[in-house]
């Protein structure tokens, strides 16, 4: 089992930035391929970036592709997304979650492909 607890979000103005952090507990957190997905009202859940076990690997959508940052640091057993230049569109409640796979595919895009779900944290940005 692994469990993980998102933090890091809140309320922003258009063009600000937010730091989502995940911290992860139970199993061997360096074992899992980590992910963000988020869900904006009235929507269904969507892939946003995810991350290879070592980090050295990176997926993104197209939709924050250039504007956000995944990263973890497997010391601290923690993965982050680091959301720049927001806007009214990236609102939402964001989700990590970790994946049992080998390595990090277009497989990593899909919630099918991810074992373990945090609570979400709410992030709303305003225009």
């Known amino acids: 089992q692994v469990q993980l607890v998102e933090s890091g979000g809140g309320l922003v103005q258009a063009g600000g930035s937010l730091r989502l952090s995940c911290a992860a507990s139970g199993r061997t957190f360096s074992g899992y391929v980590m992910g963000w997905f988020r869900q904006a009202p009235g929507k269904e859940r969507e892939f946003a970036a995810a991350?290879?076990?070592?980090?050295?690997?990176?997926l993104y959508a197209d939709s924050v592709k250039g504007r956000f940052t995944i990263s973890r640091d497997n010391a601290k057993n923690t993965v982050y997304l680091q959301m720049n230049s927001l806007k009214a569109e990236d609102t939402a409640v964001y989700y990590c979650?970790?994946?049992?796979?080998?390595?990090?595919?277009?497989?990593?895009?899909?919630?099918?492909?991810?074992?373990?779900w945090g609570q979400g944290t709410q992030v709303t940005v305003s225009a």
């Open positions: 979650a970790a994946g049992d796979m080998a390595i990090l595919r277009t497989r990593a895009t899909i919630e099918q492909a991810y074992d373990y």
């Open positions: 991350i290879s076990r070592g980090g050295g690997s990176t």
